[in-house]
C-alpha cells in the first residue's frame, strides 16, 4: 500500500504547489542479430524543473486515454522526422495493461500513424505478460482487434515466470521479449542459457520473433546471436536517446558498420 499512497501524496503536492511535469519521450534502439537498426522502444519520462528525469514507472500505474494518445502522437510524429531523414526505423511505444483493454486503442494508433502520414506498421505496441493475466478472454480480443488494424504487439517480461501461454497461443502477438533480469544471468548461468534457449525455441514454434531486452555487454550479445535471438536491447549496446538525437545517432552508426571494428555486434 505504500507505493500507492506515495504516488498519491506527491501527486496531491504538484497539484497543491502548481508544479507541471513535462512528457518527454526517449528511444533505445533494438539491434538486429546482424548490427543493424531498423526500430527503436519509445520510453516515457517525465522531466521535473528540480528533480529531472523519471521513469514513467515510478509514479504511473495505469494507462489514461488522454495520455496514450499523447504518447502515441509523439511516438508517430518523431518516427516521420526520422523518415523523412533517411532512416527507415519503426518504433515499439510500451503502453500500460489499461491500455491493451481499452477498446479504442487500435482507434489511437492508426489515427497517430496517419496523422503523421505513417503506414499502421510504422508504430507497434507493447504490453508487459501480466496485462494478459488480468483477463485472458478479454486480452485475446484486445490483441485481436490490434491485429486487424495492422498494429503489431510485442510482449514484455518473457521469462519471469508469468507469461500465460495459453493467450499467446491464441491471439495474435508478434514477438516475445525476455525478461531482463534474465538476460542479465548470461553468459555466467547455463540455467539461464538453457532458458532463453528454450523461450525463443518457443518463440520460433509459434511463428514469433525473439528480443533479448537488458543486454549488458558484448559476449552476452554474442552468447545470445548464437542461441538465434533475433534483437538485442541494453545499456550495453545503446542507451535511450532524446528524439533530437536519434537521427544523429542512426547515420553515426551505420556509417561506422561499414569499416571493421569491433563495436559493432
Not at 5 to 18: I, K, L, N, P, V
Not at 100 to 123: F, H, K, N, Q, W
Not at 134 to 160: N, Q, W, Y
Amino acid at each position: 500500500m505504500r507505493k500507492p499512497m506515495r504516488r498519491r501524496r506527491e501527486s496531491r503536492a504538484e497539484e497543491s504547489t502548481g508544479t507541471q511535469w513535462t512528457l518527454e519521450l526517449h528511444h533505445q534502439p533494438i539491434f538486429t542479430a546482424g548490427g543493424d537498426v531498423r526500430e527503436l522502444e519509445a520510453l516515457l519520462r517525465w522531466h521535473h524543473p528540480e528533480h529531472g528525469l523519471r521513469p514513467a514507472g515510478a509514479f504511473l500505474d495505469a494507462g489514461h486515454r488522454e495520455l496514450t494518445a499523447r504518447i502515441l502522437h509523439a511516438a508517430a510524429t518523431a518516427t516521420a522526422g526520422w523518415r523523412t531523414q533517411g532512416h527507415e526505423v519503426r518504433v515499439v511505444v510500451n503502453l500500460a495493461a489499461d491500455d491493451l483493454l481499452d477498446e479504442g486503442l487500435p482507434a489511437l494508433v492508426t489515427a497517430s500513424t496517419a496523422r503523421a502520414g505513417l503506414p499502421a506498421g510504422a508504430i507497434a505496441v507493447e504490453f508487459k505478460e501480466a496485462a494478459l493475466a488480468r483477463d485472458p478472454a478479454a486480452a485475446a480480443r484486445a490483441l485481436t482487434r490490434l491485429a486487424g488494424a495492422g498494429v503489431a504487439v510485442d510482449l514484455d517480461g518473457v521469462g519471469a515466470g508469468g507469461t500465460h501461454w495459453l493467450t499467446v497461443a491464441q491471439a495474435p502477438v508478434s514477438r516475445l521479449r525476455l525478461d531482463r533480469d534474465l538476460v542479465r544471468l548470461l553468459p555466467e548461468s547455463m540455467a539461464a542459457e538453457r532458458i532463453v534457449a528454450g523461450l525463443l525455441g518457443i518463440a520460433r514454434d509459434l511463428g514469433l520473433g525473439g528480443v533479448a531486452v537488458g543486454v549488458e555487454n558484448r559476449v552476452a550479445a554474442e552468447r545470445l546471436i548464437a542461441l538465434g535471438v533475433d534483437g538485442l536491447q541494453g545499456y550495453g549496446l545503446a542507451r535511450p536517446l532524446p528524439a533530437a538525437e536519434v537521427a544523429g545517432w542512426l547515420t553515426n552508426w551505420r556509417e561506422l558498420r561499414t569499416t571493421p571494428s569491433p563495436a559493432t555486434l
